[in-house]
Nanobody, 119 residues
Framework: QVQLVESGGGLVQAGGSLRLSCAAS????????MAWFRQALGKEREFVAN????????YYGDFVKGRFFISRDNAKNTVYLQMNSLKHEDTAVYYC????????????WGQGTQVTVSS
C-alpha cells in the first residue's frame, strides 16, 4: 500500500524559508513522477513542481520563479520542497502526490501540510 506522508509545514514570516518533506513508502518509485501541489482556502488546487524519480528531471509552476526547489533522496525515499522568499500568497495546504511516469493522473496523495506565511 502506497503511503505519502508530508511534514515540515508551519508558520513563517514573509521572506523566510521552509523545507517540506514527503516520505514515500509501499513500493519502488523509480518509475514514478513525484509532485507537490497546493491549495489555498477558497481556491483551486495548483501545481507547484514535480520530479521524475529515476533521473531527477524537474518541472515547476509558473509562479515559482526560482523560489522553490524540488529534490529527492533515493536512500530515504523522500521528496523535498525547499521554499525560499516566501510570500503571504504562498499560504496554502501543500500536498505530495505520485503517478506512474506514463500516466497523466496522480494516483496517490498525501494528507497535506499547512504552510502559513505571515505578512
Amino acid at each position: 500500500q502506497v503511503q505519502l506522508v508530508e511534514s515540515g509545514g508551519g508558520l513563517v514570516q514573509a521572506g523566510g524559508s521552509l523545507r517540506l518533506s514527503c516520505a514515500a513508502s509501499g513500493r519502488t518509485f523509480s518509475s514514478y513522477t513525484m509532485a507537490w501541489f497546493r491549495q489555498a482556502l477558497g481556491k483551486e488546487r495548483e501545481f507547484v513542481a514535480n520530479i521524475l524519480w529515476s533521473c531527477g528531471t524537474t518541472y515547476y509552476g509558473d509562479f515559482v520563479k526560482g523560489r522553490f526547489f524540488i529534490s529527492r533522496d533515493n536512500a530515504k525515499n523522500t521528496v523535498y520542497l525547499q521554499m525560499n522568499s516566501l510570500k503571504h500568497e504562498d499560504t496554502a495546504v501543500y500536498y505530495c502526490a505520485a503517478r506512474l511516469y506514463s500516466s497523466g493522473v496522480y494516483t496517490y496523495w498525501g494528507q497535506g501540510t499547512q504552510v502559513t506565511v505571515s505578512s
